[in-house]
């Protein structure tokens, strides 16, 4: 009961998370599922699905109340990512073996196999949040240029990546719209969470044609507090500077991830 008790309060941080920058959301929401709730991977990637995507809708009409959600852009970017999400939970994950490999004693399973993933991810998204963004400084002026290929196949790679590992892929959005639509921070944050939102909540439905049994009590309240959460967290971006608190969130990430990989390949 204390273990669930300190996972549902960590749920709140997934929304701050999403509040403050527009991404890491669903980087800390599938372990906390997995380590702390003693969620199946597989199922965690789902509910991680269900509670960003959530989450994320909340926060994107927010931001579009205060003007700052290019639609245009929700449109050229999220429709592959919906449609490769989609199709990667509903017909990809199913034909993922249970055992991948064997190395004597040691199994190589589809859950493990996720985690490792989910890992790998985390470093490179870590590794994205360090670093520094020259254009995240920008003022909301100026015209958004699209650069349409590279802003179609990102989205479609995100939207893959997404049904994979549960990831909404805030991390690899907005350094995509700041870098290929020339978009200022601040909008992309809010761009980025209807993206989230939209390949989230649909990649979910195609777990629902799955055989897996959903825990609609856990899921409901961890969703309901991550939704609180964003709420603080849009009020704190107010009061504190986004890239500072990025970059420290990005070390965070960067340690978790590494742990996870440790766990999952050694421990």
Known sequence: MATELIGYLLAVLVGVSLGLIGSGGSIITVPILVYVMGVNPILATAYSLFVVGTTSLVGGVQNAIHKKVDFKTVLIFGVPSIVAVYLTRAYLMPLIPDVLFSIGNFQFTKPIALMVLFAIVMIFASI????????????????????????????????????????????????????????????????????????????????????????????????????????????????????KLKSAFGWFVLVMGIYILIKELFL
């Open 128 to 243: 994205s949040m360090i670093r520094p963004c020259p254009h995240c400084n920008d003022a909301d002026t100026g015209e958004i240029k699209y650069n349409y290929p590279m802003i179609l196949l990102e989205g479609a790679l995100v939207g893959t990546l997404t049904g994979l590992v549960g990831a909404g892929g805030g991390f690899l959005i907005i350094p995509a719209l700041v870098l290929l639509a020339k978009m200022p921070m601040k909008l992309a944050v809010g761009t980025s969470l209807f993206i989230i939102a939209a390949k989230s909540l649909l990649g979910f439905t195609g777990d629902l044609q799955g055989s897996e049994t959903i825990d609609w009590t856990l899921l409901s309240t961890f969703t309901g507090l991550s939704v609180v959460g964003i709420f603080i967290g849009i009020f704190l971006s107010k009061k504190i500077e986004g890239n």
